[in-house]
């Protein structure tokens, strides 16, 4: 579970970066270079991701249940990720209705197929 999380802080870590210090982010690709904080960018993303898979890997040798889910939750779950991908395909299409009325539809679509999986899961991981 340990690489699990800290695979997950090393990837939202990097990826909040311009979200909570712009400022440091342009000083540092005005000081060093574009292609250098590419590459910082790709590698730390690269490392956390690969936690993140080698944690869930080990977190499925030896589950730990927070509840059973009954069976009508898979088929919830299946509805709940393809209004997802409508949602995703919506963010990548420009100047349509779902973006206007909802901003940023990627965003939306992430938290419902995180909620899908979630429900439909049981598991920690």
Known sequence: MLYLVVGLLLFF????????????????????????????????SLVGLGLIIYGFGLSRADPVFLWNPPVWTRMAAITLTLFAFFLFAAANIPH???????????????????????IANGRLA
């Open 13 to 44: 870590s990097i990826h909040s970066v311009r979200i909570v210090a712009d400022g440091w982010r342009s000083q540092f690709i005005e000081d060093k270079g574009i292609l250098v904080w590419r590459g910082i960018y790709t590698v730390v």
């Open 96 to 118: 349509n209705h779902i973006k206007a009325k909802l901003g940023h539809p990627m965003f939306a679509g992430t938290k419902i197929w995180a909620l899908a999986h979630l």
